[in-house]
């Protein structure tokens, strides 16, 4: 009953907000000028003695140089960029993909045994071995010794699967496809670190596995995803043995070009039988 | 690990002398091993410059074909190369050779009996930009604040590149070279060229074949054509009203240059003494020697730095053998039996959300009609543009590119795109799954308009060796 009453006062609102704003007053809030975009963050030495090089410098890295300062400090608005980029950061880490927008790639979840975000990240060894739960799953529902095992899981940023996956998994199957790979029953890992290849290889015994997950965000970028590769991959595996691609975002590494990469990788680790720094590429 | 070498070879054919030069290029990863693998020239080592020859002519306007030929197949022999080592290079045919009689027979005669890669280029703009990288100008620039101009003189042009930070911020060419009249110890006028004429009649100066000049009007000649050149570079006169001086430029005005390098055969002779008599002067049967040393005398009376070259009369070929060849990204779609294609005209559309099939379609058509002859391969297509490209939009423009290309010319059987993103491989894949052609889509390649594209066999299993002709023999 509350929930129906606290709907009608919100419409009730929503009309007297629509009636005391026409239409033609509700821009868009870019063109109000209400939203900063990239451009309004920016801020650069006001007289460079070398402005060519300054230039040359500042493209070379996505990284805060040639921002100015007042005294010895940053500038307010450089402060404020740092503080907005490292609470989009923490809000990676602790967002959820949500059920959706799984099933529009016919991804089924499973946990791992990282209970919930605060264990997840005080205790990586949880977030590298599945639930029995979900070892029954994937042992029912899942294709077993397939080629190709392709898993996407979360790890530390939930937002950089829902901002590439669209991207990366479609190229990722084309290039399957044209490399005459087949390809298992895909899945989805909530609270998963890379290592739990190692347990889903054990399960399912791929000949190559390929991981999709989120990467721990930074001050540049809180969507990045990379793309680790191992051949059998098992109990024992070591860094060493596998492959990535890293930095795979709008920014970085352009999602459908990794996708359609991936699978000439997997592709030379068959014909080599072998992974990480024993695969020549 | 990583890495591999490739021997280039260098070229140029010019006006009064011909040279050839052998370099090996270092090709390495350059991208760290968590990217997806990027590689570049990393080191460009010049092994062998041969001795410089005077260019074997028929007439004074047709080359000797036949002892060009055997001088090239001497010098392969020398160095102990057979066509199959040399995996990139350029043919340059430079200056005023390159408007004479059978140049385009000569540089695809030349193209493909000098090496597998090895391309043919010409066009004073590219020359004057070989010329600044050859000549060191262009590393100079990287250490420097300073805009640098590399004034490259032969024969008969002088190419002049302006760089800044290593990169190319304009090309002018002037019509002053060494051999744009050729004279005897006597002074006796033994060839005038015909693209001084028009200055020469412009500054009233009375030059024809027969007559006998002084060494005093000979340096009043030269040390005119050394002020006008540098008038223009110092921006004290304007491009346009010297017409008659300029041959080709990129501007209708320069940026202002600080410092200068003088390279070429002329750029040579600059460092030897300056001629005192008649008999020195001629030394080579033309003005060549007096020209190096009023130029020297005459950039004293402005504000420029002079730098001292590292190559002079080498730096075109040395140029030519290191530079221009360049590298497609490490993740393309290519079919390695199609390659390698030469000569590929390109026609150009950007990337974009709102109209790109219309765009393609209008490209497609002023490709249709310009580059005919070729059924197989009409021409290659450029991508341009920023856009960031999602899926659905790799699949919808792959699909229109497909559509286009099956309408307008249905007797293709090959795809060429290069793209300046790095996207190569996903398209190529999306074409693949979508068109029935043979699909060569390459990327990170910088290409405009009417260039003409060359794409060599694979030197790693996806790494082409590309050279861009923006000036090419039709």
């Known amino acids: 009953m509350k929930e129906k009453q606290i709907e009608l006062i919100v419409q009730k609102v929503m009309e007297q907000l629509q009636a005391k704003f026409p239409t033609e007053n509700r821009a868009d809030p870019i063109d109000k000028g209400l939203i900063f975009t990239e451009k309004d963050w920016e801020t650069s030495i006001p007289k460079p003695a070398f402005q060519e090089g300054v230039a040359d410098l500042i493209t070379s890295t996505p990284a805060r140089i040639g921002v100015w300062r007042t005294g010895t400090r940053p500038l307010t608005k450089t402060m404020l960029k740092l503080q907005f980029d490292h609470a989009a950061a923490i809000d990676a880490v602790g967002g959820e993909v949500l059920e959706n927008y799984l099933e529009e790639f016919a991804l089924f979840t499973v946990e791992t045994c990282y209970e919930n975000k605060e264990v997840y990240l005080k205790r990586p060894d949880k977030g590298r071995v599945l639930t029995d739960a979900a070892v029954q799953t994937i042992t029912e529902r899942c294709h077993n010794r397939p080629q190709v095992q392709i898993v996407v ?35 989805f890992v909530k609270g998963g670190r890379v290592a739990c290849m190692d347990h889903i290889g054990e399960i ?53 070009e990794a996708g359609a990469h991936i699978g000439t990788v997997l592709q030379k680790m068959l014909e080599q039988k072998a992974s990480g720094v024993k695969l020549e590429l | 690990m990583s890495t591999v070498v490739i021997k280039s070879v260098g ?22 091993h968590f990217s997806l693998p ?29 002892s060009l030929v055997s001088w090239l197949e001497k010098e392969y022999q020398q160095v102990g190369l057979t066509l199959s080592d040399i995996k990139s290079g350029a043919v340059i045919i430079t200056g005023e050779t390159a408007i004479k009689k059978n140049a385009d027979a000569l540089i695809h005669y030349l193209a493909e009996r000098s090496g597998d890669f090895v391309v043919a280029i010409a066009g ?81 100066f009375r030059v024809e074949k027969g007559m006998r000049l002084s060494l005093t009007e000979l340096i009043e000649i030269t040390s005119g054509l050394c002020g006008d050149l540098l008038d223009v570079l110092a921006g004290e006169k304007t491009i346009s009203s010297l017409e008659n001086l300029v041959h080709s430029t ?34 080579f049967n033309d003005i060549g020697p007096l020209l190096a040393s009023e130029l020297m005398k005459a950039v004293k009376r402005y504000h420029f730095n002079v730098v001292e070259a590292a190559q002079t009369s080498s730096a075109t070929v040395i140029g030519a053998g290191t530079q221009t060849t360049k590298l497609s990204g490490a993740t393309i779609s290519i079919q390695p039996e199609l390659l390698p294609l030469r000569n590929i005209p390109v026609v150009k559309a950007a990337l974009s959300e709102m109209d790109f099939e219309q765009q393609m379609e209008q490209a497609f058509l002023k490709g249709k009609e310009w580059f005919v002859g070729n059924d197989r391969l009409p021409f290659a297509i450029g991508l341009g543009g920023t856009l960031y ?76 060796p590309v050279v861009v002709k923006t000036l090419a023999f039709s």
């Open chain 1, 153 to 187: 899981s979360d790890g530390l940023s939930a937002c950089a699967v829902e901002t590439n996956l669209k991207d990366v998994y479609p190229a990722l199957l084309d290039s399957l496809q044209l490399n005459n790979l087949t390809c298992g029953t895909p899945f």
């Open chain 1, 204 to 256: 399912l015994e791929p000949e190559v596995l390929v991981l999709l997950i989120g990467e721990r965000p930074g001050l540049v970028s809180a969507s990045s995803m990379s793309a680790y590769m191992c051949y059998r991959p098992r109990k024992g595996i070591v860094e060493s043995d596998r492959n990535v691609i890293s930095n795979i975002h709008p920014l970085g590494t352009p999602p459908v």
């Open chain 2, 11 to 32: 070229i140029d054919i010019g006006t009064s002398t011909s040279k050839f030069m052998m370099s090996e290029l270092t090709l390495g990863r350059v991208s760290s």
């Open chain 2, 38 to 66: 990027q590689f570049d020239i990393i080191e460009r080592k010049v092994t062998y410059v041969s001795e410089i020859i005077a260019t074997p002519l028929k007439n004074e306007e047709e080359i000797d074909l036949p």
């Open chain 2, 124 to 204: 004073a703009s590219l020359e004057a930009v070989l010329a600044g990288k050859g000549s060191g100008a262009a590393r100079h620039s990287q250490s420097s604040r300073a805009a640098i101009a590399n004034i490259d003189i032969g024969g008969g042009t002088a190419n002049v590149v302006v760089f800044q930070q290593g990169k190319v911020l304009e090309t002018i060419t002037f019509h002053v070279g060494g051999r744009l009249i050729e004279i005897n110890s006597l002074g006796e006028v033994l060839r005038v060229s015909p693209s001084l004429k028009p200055w020469l009649c412009f500054k009233k």
């Open chain 2, 250 to 283: 990129s501007c209708q005005g320069l940026p202002r240059i600080q410092e200068v390098m003088v390279s070429g055969g002329v750029g040579r002779l600059a460092l030897e003494a300056p001629p005192a008599t008649l008999a020195d002067v001629a030394k």
């Open chain 2, 389 to 464: 490209l999602s899926y659905l939009m790799l699949k919808e423009i792959a699909g229109s590119i497909g559509n286009l290309y099956a309408k307008y010319f249905p007797s293709a059987e090959v795809l060429a795109v290069v793209c300046e993103n790095d996207m190569a491989k996903a398209l190529g894949q999306a074409l693949r799954l979508q068109t029935k052609f043979q699909v060569i889509c390459i990327d990170q390649i910088g290409i405009e308009h009417g260039d003409y594209i060359d794409i060599g066999a694979p030197l790693k299993d996806e790494l082409v």
